[in-house]
């Protein structure tokens, strides 16, 4: 018991992650110039919570985030309006005008919230990984997605 209590005192700070809001997360991401990961996610949704039990808590996910992404988690029956590309939208409808149609939903956008993609489903630590890396490192300019994965070091 006492080396759990030393080890949780002792963590780095960058052994979790941190989430902000959509319009502070922009503004963040857009100053540090770093990649946005926009978690869409229900209170009522069980593969969201899955999610951040496995996939958010991987070290090797949580490492890289912390490095290359701002990330905001948005759920769009609660949040507030987000403001996005000079217009102000209820937050349902902004899901809904990027396609999300179920939860979870994982948005890439870029530093000023230029929006990239977003993955449905829950995604493994194992195979987000990949996609981190591909939007972190900006290679969606480049290379597909696929080859991007051939190309990878296994």
Same mark, same amino acid.
């Given at each position: 018991?006492?080396l759990l209590i030393l080890f949780q005192l002792f963590l780095t700070p960058d052994s979790k992650l941190k989430w902000y809001s /959509? ?11 770093? $990649? ?16 951040? $039990?496995?996939?958010? !808590?991987? +070290? ?21 309006? +987000?403001? /996005?590309?000079? $217009?102000?939208?209820? !937050? ?25 993609? +977003?993955?449905?489903? /829950? ?11 591909? +939007?972190?490192q900006k290679k969606y300019y480049t290379i597909s997605y696929q080859d991007f994965l051939k190309s990878r070091p296994r």
């Open positions: 018991m006492f /959509y319009n502070d997360g922009v503004k963040i991401a857009k100053s540090q110039n770093k $990649q946005i990961l926009v978690d869409f996610y229900t209170d009522w949704c069980s593969w969201c919570k899955v999610m951040d $039990q496995k996939t958010y !808590a991987d +070290v090797r996910i949580v490492d890289y985030l912390n490095k290359n992404f701002i990330l905001i988690k948005l759920n769009p029956e609660k949040d507030p309006p +987000v403001n /996005y590309n000079g $217009q102000t939208y209820d !937050a349902m409808r902004f899901v809904e005008g990027l396609g999300i149609n179920g939860y979870p939903a994982t948005g890439f956008f870029e530093p000023g919230d230029k929006f990239i993609t +977003v993955v449905p489903g /829950y995604i493994e630590a194992d195979e987000f990984l990949p996609m981190l890396e591909y +939007v972190g």
